[in-house]
């Protein structure tokens, strides 16, 4: 079974700290999503990882595909950024697999002042 | 630019009433989704297509039918609700290409009594 894998599920974090939320999943994917979902319930995409790392503002994206394994790091993090970080993944597939995502649970982020 | 736009945005249903859930974007974008969300469970794709004319099941199909007459709506229905499909409904859409962003609608909260 596809499936994914995110830790932890609850994060409370200091202002200023720098968090890491991981994310494993079990076979060959196409890419990985980074998604985030404020307590207003929008979800917004903040990464989409093939390979590698990418970087926006304060936040870092990682990705080994030999390890199938994906971190997103937050530096300097503050209250604003207290939402549910959600991975989804793109199992590699035939044919029509583009855009059919898997899930993880989400992760809580609390950032306190 | 509207992106992906959902309505409506809360509906309560008793349970066998039937409802369409409406979606549309304004991107050209061919690959659109609807996910529910539901605690504990991550989003799961309910259904998804590839082009207009062209639809899928996903993960949790069942009571629920979706068509797509035009490239921009996607909409989902409810034939005869039951409690358990009191959830939180997310339209999203992408590129037709496997490595693209997708574009979440803000969600539709449905409870069926």
């Known amino acids: 079974k596809n499936e994914v894998e995110q830790s932890p599920q609850n994060l409370t974090a200091q202002e200023g700290e720098f968090i890491t939320i991981n994310c494993s999943y079990s076979?060959?994917?196409?890419?990985l999503h980074w998604l985030q979902q404020h307590p207003g319930g929008g979800i917004v995409s903040l990464f989409m990882?093939?390979?590698g790392k990418k970087k926006h503002g304060r936040l870092i994206a990682t990705i080994n595909i030999q390890e199938k394994h994906s971190s997103l790091h937050i530096t300097a993090s503050h209250p604003r950024d207290s939402a549910v970080y959600i991975c989804?993944?793109?199992?590699?597939?035939?044919?029509?697999?583009?855009?059919?995502?898997?899930f993880g649970q989400g992760t809580i982020l609390t950032v306190h002042p | 630019n509207a992106g992906v736009t959902q309505t409506p945005k809360f509906q309560v249903l008793k349970t066998g009433q039937s409802m369409t859930l409406q979606c549309a974007q304004d991107m050209n974008h061919e690959y659109m989704s609807w996910y529910r969300q539901d605690p504990g469970m991550g989003l799961r794709l309910i259904h998804y297509s590839v082009g207009a004319g062209i639809t899928d099941q996903g993960e949790v199909p069942n009571g629920y039918n979706v068509s797509r007459s035009t490239t921009e709506d996607f909409p989902l229905r409810l034939l005869s609700a039951a409690p358990s499909q009191t959830s939180v409904y997310f339209c999203a859409s992408s590129y037709r290409d496997s490595k693209n962003i997708q574009y979440f609608g803000a969600g539709t909260r449905l409870s069926v009594l």
């Open positions: 989804a993944v793109q199992f590699r597939a035939g044919g029509t697999s583009y855009g059919k995502l898997t």
């Open positions: 990882l093939s390979s």
């Open positions: 076979v060959g994917i196409s890419a």
